[in-house]
C-alpha cells in the first residue's frame, strides 16, 4: 500500500512568484493536512482538508491557501513568495476525522531565494 | 490552547545506553498523544500513539512510551539505543474533532559509539 506521496520533493523560487505543492493521500484516506517546518518555528499546521472542504486553519496569512479534490488529492499554493516562506512543507494523510492516525509524507523542501 | 514542551533540544547518548526523551502537554480535555520520528531529509514517521486504555504502549522498534494523566506527561523511552536511532523526535497532541496536531519543538538525539 503505497504511503503519503508530495510533489515535487525539491524546488527553488524567486521571492515574488507563487508556488503549488500536490499531495496524494493514503488510498481510502479522506482528510488531508498541511504543515510547515522551518529551524525558528517547528512545525505549524497550515489547514486541513475532509471531503474537499477546508475543516480548520492555522495562523498563516490569506497567501497560502489549499484545496483538495474529489480524490482526496490535495495541493496547496503560495503566492507572492517571501524569503522566510522557505521551508519543507509536510502533507499529512488520515482515514477520517477522527485524529486517531496521522500520516506523514517526505515533504516537499522549498526554497525561496 | 494547547501546548507541547519537549524539555531537551538535544540528547546526546552512547549506543546501547537507555534514552529517555521528556515531554509535557497542557490540555485541559482528553487528547489524544503521539510520538514521530524525523530522519535526515525526511518526512516525519508515526513512531507510537496514546489513544486510550493502557497507560504504556510501545513501538515494534523497541520504544516506550507512558501517559501519565495527572502529570500530563509523555515520555518516551528506549533501553538500549542503536546508532541507527539518530535522528529527532517529535511529541504532539491531538485534541477535539479533526486532523490537527500541535507539536513540541523536538529533540535531537545524538547516539554516540
Known amino acids: 500500500k503505497a504511503g503519503v506521496t508530495q510533489t515535487p520533493r525539491y524546488l527553488i523560487k524567486t521571492r515574488g512568484q507563487q508556488v503549488t505543492l500536490s499531495c496524494s493521500p493514503i488510498?481510502?484516506?479522506?482528510?488531508v493536512s498541511w504543515y510547515q517546518q522551518t529551524p525558528g518555528q517547528g512545525l505549524q499546521f497550515l489547514f486541513e482538508?475532509?471531503?474537499?472542504?477546508?475543516?480548520n486553519k492555522g495562523n498563516f496569512p490569506g497567501r497560502f491557501s489549499g484545496r483538495q479534490f474529489s480524490n482526496s488529492r490535495s495541493e496547496m499554493n503560495v503566492s507572492t513568495l517571501e524569503l522566510g516562506d522557505s521551508a519543507l512543507y509536510l502533507c499529512?494523510?488520515?482515514?477520517?476525522?477522527?485524529?486517531?492516525?496521522?500520516?506523514f509524507g517526505e515533504g516537499s523542501w522549498l526554497t525561496v531565494v | 490552547a494547547q501546548s507541547v514542551t519537549q524539555l531537551d533540544s538535544q540528547v546526546p547518548v552512547f549506543e546501547e545506553a537507555p534514552v529517555e526523551l521528556r515531554c509535557n502537554y497542557s490540555?485541559?480535555?482528553?487528547?489524544?498523544l503521539f510520538w514521530y520520528v524525523q530522519y535526515p531529509n525526511q518526512g516525519l514517521q508515526l513512531l507510537l500513539k496514546?489513544?486510550?486504555?493502557?497507560?504504556l504502549v510501545e513501538s515494534i522498534n523497541g520504544f516506550e512510551a507512558e501517559f501519565n494523566k495527572s502529570q500530563t506527561s509523555f515520555h518516551l523511552r528506549k533501553p538500549s539505543v542503536h546508532i541507527s536511532d539518530t535522528a529527532e523526535y517529535f511529541c504532539?497532541?491531538?485534541?477535539?474533532?479533526?486532523?490537527?496536531?500541535?507539536f513540541g519543538g523536538g529533540t535531537r538525539v545524538l547516539v554516540k559509539p
Open positions: 504532539a497532541v491531538h485534541k477535539a474533532a479533526g486532523n490537527k496536531l500541535t
Open positions: 482538508y475532509f471531503s474537499e472542504t477546508q475543516r
Open positions: 496514546y489513544l486510550s486504555g493502557s497507560t
Open positions: 499529512a494523510s488520515s482515514l477520517d476525522y477522527s485524529g486517531n492516525t496521522i500520516y
Open positions: 488510498s481510502g484516506h479522506r482528510s
Open positions: 490540555s485541559s480535555v482528553s487528547v489524544y
